[in-house]
């Protein structure tokens, strides 16, 4: 609670108070009045309604009075602070590759598991954003519209598996997607995160099409290759012998992929471990940070009605007095 004066130079109006209490003490003996009775008895029976030392009160009603006026005059005010949060939001889509290839475990657990750990954590990182996920492999398709419910959000990240969709990696069609859900975005700056372990070979759309897409719509791309560098151990399923390890040649097309990062003003990355994709991930939150404005302030309400309120009510009381207990004649 703060409390002020909007006009605090008639506070100086008080430096007259103690002038006016040595007036009444020097003077209010010396003023008064006389009359004339053709007979005194009725005089000398009257009694006094009040001792004449008790005067006094109507003088500190009256004083009273004034000091409320001037503190009136003063514009006394009680004022609330508090801050207003201005946000300008992020709008991102995360859109990820659920191929088979997604299994390899060059990244540990596997590609896919590592990928939703640490989308995961990056969500959680994340305030007053949308956020929005599509899921591609032969085809692709939203699997959450932007949202500031990050609980829903996270709870359809964690139903993502592989082989939910038919196989292939549509990468142009993950990315159309994607835009599609921005194309109404009013927010000050929308990005997509892209993550793939591939190359394009499915879909009606290729990788740059989708890419000069998000150009008209002033969409950021920040592409992700997961994997490490030659072969990496992929899991089958053989009827025969059970699970088993095969390797497989790890071919992520980094050109296509710098391209339309680049196409986009994003940036391309390319995660051959854990520690680097979780390193990708942050370094993608740290340079998409939402702006955030606190602005100050202060609310008032006035309090002066309330001693002009008090000085009438004080001030009837010492016109009633002045005419009925403190009475005197003439």
């Not at 430096?15 to 006389?34: D, E, F, G, Q, T």
């Not at 854990?274 to 702006?291: A, C, G, S, V, W």
Request: aromatic share 10%; hydrophobic share 45%.
């Amino acid at each position: 609670m703060i409390f002020r004066f909007e006009n605090p130079e008639f506070l100086l109006l008080f430096l007259l108070v103690p002038s006016l209490m040595w007036w009444y003490i020097k003077y209010r003996n010396k003023v008064s009045a006389s009359l004339r009775f053709s007979y005194l008895g009725f005089a000398r029976k009257a009694n006094s309604s009040a001792p004449k030392k008790a005067r006094f009160i109507l003088f500190g009603l009256r004083m009273l009075v004034v000091m409320l006026l001037i503190t009136a005059f003063a514009k006394p005010q009680s004022g609330v602070s508090g801050e207003e949060v201005i946000t300008e939001g992020i709008d991102i889509v995360l859109a990820l590759d659920i191929s088979s290839s997604m299994l390899a475990e060059d990244i540990k657990p596997n590609r896919v598991e590592a990928v939703k750990k640490d989308a995961e954590d990056f969500i959680q990182g994340r305030k007053n954003d949308r956020i929005g996920m599509v899921i591609f492999a032969g085809e692709a398709f939203t699997q959450c519209p932007l949202t500031l419910d990050y609980g829903i959000l996270l709870n359809f990240l964690d139903k993502i598996e592989v082989g939910m969709i038919e196989d292939g990696t549509a990468i142009g069609m993950g990315l159309a997607t994607a835009v599609n859900r921005m194309q109404n975005s009013k927010a000050k700056s929308k990005v997509i995160v892209l993550l793939t372990d591939g190359r394009n070979n499915k879909g009606e759309i290729d990788p740059i099409t989708a890419a000069q897409l998000a150009q008209t719509y002033d969409v950021k791309i920040y592409a992700i290759g997961a994997g490490g560098h030659g072969s990496a151990l992929y899991p089958v399923d053989d009827p025969v012998f059970g699970k088993r390890y095969v390797p497989m040649k790890i071919d992520i097309d980094e050109e296509t992929l710098q391209e339309i990062s680049e196409m986009t003003e994003g940036e391309y990355f390319r995660a051959d471990d854990r520690e680097r994709l979780q390193q990708i991930f942050q370094k993608i939150d740290d340079m998409e940070k939402t702006k955030i404005e606190v602005k100050e302030y202060t609310r008032y309400s006035e309090l002066f009605y309330y001693f002009v309120m008090a000085a009438l009510g004080l001030l009837v009381i010492e016109i009633v007095l002045a005419h009925t207990k403190f009475r005197k004649i003439p």
